[in-house]
């Protein structure tokens, strides 16, 4: 199965910027980025689909940017204009499927990382 680490989360203020990273052993048909608030579900925030479909939820558009180098096995996310209420463990997860329209169903992701806390300070 493959392994996934995460890094790169911390503390910002709100209207701040970070970028997290996470390194995974081989490539999958579709790789993002979930997170999980204290009390609330895991949720979907980016994934890439192998062809290069990119898919984002409502809430991150125009804000969170997902990419992946394929060289370094890496996928990442830059999160701008944090705020408050996107304090949560951010994971990093893989799934074998995807269909267009689903790529942020948790269901679907069978392999997750540690996991990376983010905290957005008001």
């Known amino acids: 199965q493959v392994q996934l680490v995460e890094s790169g989360g911390g503390s910002v203020q709100a209207g701040g910027s970070l970028r997290l990273s996470c390194a995974y052993t081989?490539?999958?048909?579709?790789i993002g980025w979930f997170r999980q608030a204290p009390g609330k579900e895991r949720e979907g925030v980016a994934a890439?689909?192998?062809?290069?479909?990119?898919e984002y939820a409502d809430s991150v558009k125009g804000r969170f940017t997902a990419s992946k180098d394929n060289a370094k096995n890496t996928l990442y996310l830059q999160m701008n204009s944090l705020k408050p209420e996107e304090t949560a463990i951010y994971y990093c997860?893989?799934?074998?499927?995807?269909?267009?329209?689903?790529?942020?169903?948790?269901?679907?992701?069978?392999?997750w990382g540690q996991g990376t806390q983010v905290t957005v300070s008001s």
């Open positions: 081989y490539s999958t048909y579709c």
């Open positions: 997860a893989a799934a074998d499927s995807c269909s267009v329209g689903r790529l942020l169903v948790v269901f679907n992701y069978r392999a």
């Open positions: 890439i689909r192998s062809d290069g479909r990119t």
